[in-house]
């Protein structure tokens, strides 16, 4: 029988006929963050499965790429998958003149398991509760804000909007947590999603000055839009995509793709994800795939209007 043969019965195959060797899922941030949890909340689902156990790997830094890098060079039969948003594939390697990864070429998307929601904020200490007010703050002296990376979704985010607020703002890069200087007004402000940000607004520890959604959103109700604050074009909604590595067979892909939404829509992904202020988004890998097309080019118009045209 062909190899061609062989790999289009698989996708045939009940869950579990692939055997039970544990999928690693990769992670290109520490334990206890946003995406962590995200991984962690899918993968304990998946595992309840008859599909055998997944595991979460955490491979932090390079601003994603020791993750990239690894899932992009692992054996491509299904068993090793990263999770990350599209910044970390594409644009890390940018910043150090290496060519980026090609999320449809060296990665194949499995699915997309997110849609997330951003929020400005700063620290009480700031003296701040409205954007109007942050602006007015900015004009007295230039103020800094939260970089996870450069290039990264959060340093972009953050010249993003002082570009669309027109102030003067800096970047101040961090390796460990940042909460720290926030929370003491070292540093003016980040831009990051609800699932770092909101359980620190929820315990007034931060001030949520706008979700950059178009309407508000039922994690945040207390927290205006930044569309209805009159910046509509500062609107980004992004999420979390699952990868295989790019030579990974569809019917491989197919299967892992089964798994994924059948762990989407148990209840305790449900959950976690209402506690992380995150919707879940169910679909087939082509959906995916249509959707990391769709935001390349965004992302790359707001890496270039960071850093200039590569």
Do not use: C
Request: charged content about 15%; aromatic content about 6%; overall charge positive.
């Amino acid at each position: 029988m062909s190899r061609l043969a062989v790999v289009a019965l698989l996708a045939l195959l009940p869950l579990g006929a692939l055997g039970q060797k544990p999928v690693r899922i990769i992670v290109n941030a520490p334990p206890g963050s946003s995406i962590d949890l995200v991984a962690r909340a899918v993968a304990d689902s998946m595992s309840q499965d008859r599909g055998g156990p997944v595991i979460v790997d955490n491979r932090p830094g390079g601003a994603g790429t020791v993750a990239s890098e690894a899932v992009a060079r692992a054996a491509a039969d299904g068993q090793t998958l990263l999770i990350s948003g599209l910044d970390a594939i594409v644009f890390a390697f940018v910043a150090a003149n290496r060519k980026p990864f090609d999320p449809l070429t060296d990665f194949i998307p499995v699915g997309r398991i997110t849609r997330d929601h951003w929020v400005l904020a700063v620290s009480p200490a700031l003296g701040v509760s409205s954007v109007a007010e942050l602006i007015a703050l900015a004009k007295r002296g230039s103020l800094s804000y939260v970089s996870i990376g450069n290039g990264s979704s959060v340093h972009l985010m953050g010249a993003r909007f002082a570009h669309g607020a027109q102030i003067e703002a800096v970047p101040v890069p961090y390796k460990e947590s940042y909460l720290p200087d926030l929370a003491a007004g070292r540093v003016s402000y980040v831009v990051h999603v609800t699932a770092a940000l909101g359980p620190q607004i929820k315990s007034a520890k931060l001030k949520g000055l706008a979700v950059f959604s178009q309407a508000r959103i039922a994690y945040l109700p207390e927290v205006p839009s930044i569309a209805e604050l009159g910046f509509p074009d500062l609107v980004f909604n992004a999420g979390v995509v699952v990868y295989a590595p790019g030579a990974t067979p569809r019917p491989v892909v197919a299967q892992l793709n089964r798994r994924l939404n059948q762990a989407l829509a148990g209840e305790s992904v449900e959950q976690r994800f209402a506690q992380l202020g995150l919707d879940a988004t169910p679909g087939s890998s082509e959906e995916a795939a249509r959707y990391v097309l769709e935001n390349l080019a965004r992302l790359q118009r707001m890496r270039e209007s960071t850093f200039g045209t590569p």
